[in-house]
């Protein structure tokens, strides 16, 4: 009698995480579609999006959440970072 094993073909599914990112920029709403662009690389779906822009003030900010594998959330935050107009990116 021998005892055999099973083992799927198919890999295994990631588990996706909603994460919240802060986003903190400059150069006001022309920058937004770049912004959204890096976040949703990959087929990522952006949610709760939240952009505040104000006359007179330096920096903007863009909040929102994104349904990622919980190991791309450093990826995500790096290429986020490397932005010209991005002064930081962080979880929220």
Known sequence: MSIS????AA???TLLVRRRIATYFTGGAEQVPSLIG??????RTVHE???DIRDG?????MVCAVLL???????LL??????PA???AELA
């Open 38 to 43: 890096a976040l949703s690389q990959q087929g």
């Open 86 to 88: 991005v002064v930081s």
């Open 57 to 61: 003030v330096r920096e903007s900010s």
């Open 11 to 13: 890999p295994r599914a």
């Open 5 to 8: 094993t099973f083992e799927s």
């Open 69 to 75: 594998p919980g190991e791309e959330i450093d990826l």
């Open 78 to 83: 790096a290429r986020l970072r490397e932005l």
């Open 49 to 51: 999006l939240s952009v």
